[in-house]
């Protein structure tokens, strides 16, 4: 293997995978000579997820569900597709009967989703999906041809946003997988971290930081009493990606499910090395330069900038709650209680679901909820009890 130094004590890839890495990483390193020897580590970001074929969501590496790397809520229980999809009724009836999902994984939240407003009574006229890998487009046919045959011609592929919409936009474990920006805050200056390549391997590199960068560096330093030596993230791509669609909604509303926290949390004084994580087999671990291609990096989400750039494109602020919160509110308790008869190991397994998806010490707290929208004047069901607006 080329591009670390070293690796975490992570399961080996096969012969095929780790060349299909080996080649992302030399596309990367001759990247980073054209551009004088040093490349922003967003920029490394992008292309160790997105590279065209070869990145970790371009390319082919399964990526969902026990075969894969992580597990996704809608992976975990039928129960939060189902669940969501008391939400997804009301945000259409109060603007258009259409749902877009970016960034749809399996089509597992897809396939939950259908089901649960076909029952109801409230299907969408469309159903449209963005992703831009070509396997999990594949992936997402398969689902939804095996378990809704019948509905499949209500779904779309988008190849990128649309220039106008109405109705539901729905992004589950997106924000975390953009790029991020880092910064190393210090007495005198304030540094962006980014990549180089010497001997053969990826190296850390920091070099002063620029532009709207420093700008939004040193407001964070100001606003949060960042202390000298701090390092962390600033997601300008997910607050770009969210002011976006201020141009682009016409009456309806964005729900946003991601981990992450408020800005005096994410930048809180004893997270001082940041949150950039990655998954690789389901393990976690913190070195971005381990076999690029093969594994997630992600960031947490600081709902606190997300917000403030959806109200500066004109967007309504409409809840931000725990995940917790906002499935009770939607229902998940009479999901429970509508699965009727059901054998003793598959109650356990019910009930096993519904911790992680609930517990604060699983998914509930962690995982928040943000809706953003325009033209929708009701309370939104999953943000009726328990909204932690105050908190932002």
Same mark, same amino acid.
């Given at each position: 293997?080329i591009?670390?130094?070293r690796?975490?004590?992570?399961?080996?890839?096969?012969?095929?995978a780790?060349?299909f890495?080996?080649?992302?990483?030399?596309?990367?390193a001759?990247?980073?000579a054209?551009a004088?020897?040093?490349?922003?580590?967003?920029?490394?970001?992008?292309?160790?997820?997105?590279?065209?074929?070869?990145?970790?969501?371009?390319?082919?590496?399964?990526?969902?569900?026990a075969?894969?790397?992580?597990?996704?809520?809608?992976?975990?229980?039928?129960?939060?597709?189902?669940?969501?999809a008391n939400?997804?009724?009301?945000?259409?009836?109060?603007?258009?009967?259409?749902?877009?999902?970016?960034g749809?994984?399996?089509?597992?939240?897809?396939?939950?989703l259908?089901?649960?407003?076909?029952?109801?009574?409230t =299907? $969408? &006229?469309?159903?449209a999906? /963005?992703d +831009?890998?070509?396997e @999990?487009?594949?992936?997402?046919?398969?689902? %939804?041809? !095996?378990?809704?045959?019948?509905?499949?011609?209500?779904?779309?592929w988008?190849?990128? =946003? $649309? &220039?106008?919409f109405?109705? /539901?936009? +729905?992004?589950n474990? @997106?924000?975390?997988?953009?790029p991020?920006? %880092?910064? !190393?805050?210090e007495?005198?200056?304030?540094?962006?971290?980014?990549?180089?390549?010497?001997?053969?391997?990826?190296?850390?590199?920091?070099?002063?930081?620029?532009?709207?960068?420093?700008?939004?560096?040193?407001? %964070?330093?100001?606003?949060?009493?960042?202390?000298?030596?701090y390092?962390?993230?600033i997601?300008?791509a997910?607050?770009?990606?969210?002011?976006?669609?201020?141009?682009?909604?016409?009456?309806?509303?964005?729900?946003?499910?991601?981990?992450?926290?408020?800005?005096h949390?994410?930048?809180?004084?004893?997270?001082?090395?940041?949150?950039?994580?990655?998954?690789?087999?389901?393990?976690?671990?913190?070195?971005?330069?381990?076999?690029p291609?093969l594994?997630?990096?992600?960031?947490?989400?600081?709902?606190?900038a997300?917000?403030?750039?959806?109200?500066?494109?004109?967007?309504?602020?409409?809840?931000?709650?725990l995940?917790?919160?906002?499935?009770?509110?939607?229902?998940?308790?009479?999901?429970?209680?509508?699965?009727?008869?059901?054998?003793?190991?598959?109650?356990?397994?019910?009930?096993?679901?519904?911790?992680?998806?609930?517990?604060?010490?699983?998914?509930?707290?962690?995982?928040?909820?943000?809706?953003?929208?325009?033209?929708i004047?009701?309370?939104l069901?999953?943000?009726?009890?328990?909204?932690?607006?105050?908190?932002?």
């Amino acid at each position: 293997m080329i591009g670390s130094d070293r690796g975490p004590a992570l399961p080996a890839p096969s012969a095929d995978a780790l060349a299909f890495s080996d080649a992302l990483v030399r596309q990367i390193a001759d990247e980073i000579a054209a551009a004088g020897g040093w490349i922003g580590f967003d920029r490394f970001m992008a292309r160790a997820l997105y590279a065209p074929g070869m990145g970790y969501y371009s390319g082919g590496a399964h990526k969902f569900g026990a075969a894969g790397d992580f597990i996704t809520a809608p992976e975990i229980s039928p129960a939060f597709g189902e669940t969501l999809a008391n939400q997804a009724a009301q945000v259409m009836a109060l603007s258009a009967a259409m749902i877009l999902e970016v960034g749809a994984g399996s089509g597992r939240l897809a396939a939950d989703l259908l089901r649960a407003l076909e029952r109801k009574g409230t =299907l $969408p &006229e469309r159903y449209a999906i /963005l992703d +831009l890998s070509g396997e @999990l487009r594949a992936r997402q046919r398969d689902t %939804l041809t !095996r378990e809704l045959p019948h509905l499949v011609e209500r779904v779309v592929w988008l190849d990128r =946003l $649309p &220039e106008c919409f109405d109705g /539901l936009v +729905l992004a589950n474990e @997106l924000l975390d997988a953009l790029p991020v920006q %880092l910064v !190393r805050w210090e007495e005198s200056e304030i540094l962006e971290r980014g990549v180089a390549w010497e001997q053969d391997r990826f190296v850390w590199c920091d070099r002063p930081a620029t532009g709207r960068l420093a700008d939004a560096a040193r407001h %964070l330093a100001a606003e949060t009493a960042i202390p000298p030596g701090y390092v962390s993230e600033i997601g300008l791509a997910a607050a770009d990606w969210t002011h976006g669609w201020g141009d682009i909604l016409g009456r309806g509303a964005l729900v946003l499910i991601d981990y992450g926290f408020p800005r005096h949390e994410y930048y809180h004084p004893q997270r001082s090395a940041g949150t950039l994580m990655c998954h690789y087999r389901h393990r976690a671990h913190d070195d971005p330069f381990f076999l690029p291609g093969l594994q997630d990096i992600t960031a947490h989400v600081d709902f606190t900038a997300i917000v403030e750039a959806g109200f500066n494109a004109g967007l309504d602020f409409l809840g931000y709650t725990l995940q917790e919160n906002f499935l009770v509110n939607c229902g998940i308790g009479e999901w429970f209680e509508r699965a009727g008869e059901s054998t003793p190991r598959e109650r356990v397994a019910r009930s096993q679901a519904l911790q992680k998806l609930l517990s604060p010490a699983e998914m509930g707290e962690l995982f928040k909820v943000v809706a953003l929208g325009k033209g929708i004047d009701e309370l939104l069901i999953g943000f009726a009890v328990g909204d932690r607006s105050e908190t932002l």
